[in-house]
């Protein structure tokens, strides 16, 4: 198995414009995270979804972020418009049911000048 | 409410001695714990997990994690590092198969030679 893909790896992109993150989870999970990793805040969950529904966004910051699981092997994070304080690593995860045994991607470093 | 501290922001270590890193945590039940690894540039990777059982467990790459119930610790060992363990480690509590994890802000472990 190729493990959780993220694309792009990288992004740096001008204050204002429309960023959009992808994920493909591991064949066969059917939960996914998007989590966000700052110096200041550490990992934080932004979203869960389980069998593509999405579960709890609370951590999302706010409407500007919106994540969609279109199917069982794709997922988007999406920013719009994006600022400054976005720049962050964003993780995508993955894992059976729920459970907390967390399969991780390589992570999107998003630069938002 | 559940969090983690993981009380050393920063260790370093020579190339084959021992290496120790702390995690406390706070949690009202039985926590579900977790060590995760995260190399420069990379995903989490899972180290090892603990629920019940035996209170030393066992992970990937010779480390191993004891939970101390009464000290609400569960800290991380390797007898001998190796140059490819300088890393971030992140401890991680949470309920049992329940997507809520809390992530302590890690350690970063430099190894000279």
């Known amino acids: 198995d190729a493990g959780v893909i993220q694309s792009p790896r990288h992004e740096v992109t001008e204050m204002g414009q429309e960023v959009t993150l992808r994920c493909k989870p591991i064949?066969?999970?059917?939960?996914l995270f998007w989590y966000r990793q700052t110096m200041m805040r550490g990992l934080e969950l932004l979203i869960y979804?389980?069998?593509?529904?999405?579960?709890?966004d609370s951590g999302m910051p706010e409407d500007r972020f919106s994540a969609k699981m279109p199917n069982a092997s794709f997922s988007t994070l999406k920013i719009q418009p994006s600022e400054p304080r976005d720049s962050a690593v964003y993780f995508c995860?993955?894992?059976?049911?729920?459970?907390?045994?967390?399969?991780f991607g390589a992570g999107s470093r998003l630069t938002v000048l | 409410a559940q969090s983690v501290t993981q009380p050393d922001i920063h260790i370093t270590v020579s190339e084959g001695a021992s290496l120790e890193l702390r995690c406390n945590y706070s949690?009202?039940?039985?926590?579900?714990l977790f060590w995760y690894v995260q190399s420069p540039g990379q995903g989490l990777q899972l180290l090892l997990k603990?629920?019940?059982?035996?209170?030393l467990v066992q992970g990937i790459k010779g480390f191993e994690a004891e939970f101390k119930r009464s000290q609400s610790s569960f800290n991380l060992r390797k007898p001998s590092v190796h140059w490819s363990d300088a890393a971030e480690y992140f401890c991680?509590?949470?309920?049992?198969?329940?997507?809520?994890?809390?992530f302590g802000a890690g350690t970063t472990v430099t190894v000279r030679a």
């Open positions: 995860a993955s894992s059976r049911d729920g459970a907390n045994v967390l399969t």
């Open positions: 064949s066969g999970h059917n939960s």
């Open positions: 979804f389980n069998n593509n529904v999405p579960i709890d």
């Open positions: 949690y009202g039940a039985t926590p579900y």
């Open positions: 603990y629920f019940s059982g035996d209170t």
């Open positions: 991680a509590v949470g309920p049992f198969n329940d997507y809520k994890l809390s």
